[in-house]
Nanobody, 126 residues
């Protein structure tokens, strides 16, 4: 069975750091493009960052220079290092996977993903 399991969420103070993990199983992780997507209560999905199967990365303007997306294909795990967090980073964070050619990876479109995890909650508050 395909599975994406996020972990690492929790309560963190503004300006602090947190690292999220997403453990993948049941599919060939190294061949998939991956993203982190978040959702605040009562709001829509917001794409955060993407990493292509070749390791190249893209970030939303709201997290650029603060968050780092990475992957360990040997461990089939995706990461999101969150630094200098702000209260507006509070959300449920999901990882998502998409197969196919890089040119067709529409990372901004939630409907384009093949698989999703269940999410991990991040709360930024003093």
């Amino acid at each position: 069975d395909v599975r994406l399991e996020e972990s690492g969420g929790g309560l963190v103070q503004p300006g602090g750091s947190l690292r999220l993990s997403c453990a993948a199983s049941g599919f060939s992780f190294s061949g998939y493009h991956m993203s982190w997507v978040r959702q605040e209560p009562g709001k829509g999905l917001e794409w955060v960052a993407a990493i292509f199967s070749d390791g190249s990365t893209v970030y939303s303007n709201s997290v650029k220079d603060r968050f780092t997306i990475s992957r360990d294909n040997g461990k089939s795990t995706l990461y999101l290092q969150m630094n200098s967090v702000k209260p507006e980073d509070t959300a449920m964070y999901y990882c998502a996977a998409r197969s196919g050619p890089p040119a067709l990876f529409r990372y901004l479109d939630p409907s384009s993903y093949d698989y999703w995890g269940q999410g991990t909650q991040v709360t930024v508050s003093s």
